[in-house]
């Protein structure tokens, strides 16, 4: 018999770890693909009922949001200290230095075509989830300011 794959089930145990340890040799001895199974949502829904957290599903716009509004708001920061001249500036470095998705044009462009007083009200709303740290959603100060006024970074 031919094994084409061997399947091994990971989960982080010392157990699993010596597992995969067997079936690398085996693996390497068969000339056979390893394929991990990592199974690890057992643990994380074990977790999330023991410390009393709701679990939720997170769609992919409140993922896209939490990561690019840090970048915004660590942007804004960075333009109100001076190391940087412009917004653009900023997406410049994202996209030709950091592989950001050109599409969305960089951070700081992003965050203007979707308006800072939307930034600004979702990371309050990240800010409240009982689990964030509040420091980290705190807005910048440019970054509130504009919003306020109703203007853009690259307008500023």
């Known amino acids: 018999m031919i094994y084409k794959r061997i399947l091994v089930p990971v989960d982080g145990s010392p157990t699993s770890v010596a597992g995969l340890k067997e079936a690398v040799k085996l693996a390497k001895s068969l000339r056979a693909k390893l394929c991990l199974l990592h199974v690890v949502d057992e643990m994380i829904v074990a977790y999330s009922r023991e410390a009393g957290i ?4 997170i769609g992919d716009e409140e993922i896209v949001q939490r990561c690019v509004f840090a970048l ?3 942007g804004a920061l960075i333009l109100e200290e001076g ?3 412009r917004a653009s500036d900023i997406d410049l ?3 030709a230095g950091y592989g950001f998705p050109p599409f969305r044009g960089g951070p700081m462009f992003h965050a203007d075509t979707v308006g800072l007083f939307n930034v600004v009200r979702a990371m309050e709303r990240f ?3 009982p689990r964030a ?3 980290f959603w705190k807005p910048a100060p440019l970054l509130k300011c504009l919003a306020a006024e109703g ?3 690259n307008a500023a």
């Open 133 to 135: 740290d509040p420091e």
């Open 72 to 74: 915004v708001n660590e």
């Open 93 to 95: 470095v994202y996209l």
């Open 127 to 129: 800010a409240k989830n």
């Open 54 to 57: 709701a679990r939720r599903k």
């Open 151 to 153: 203007k853009t970074f």
């Open 83 to 85: 190391i940087a001249q």
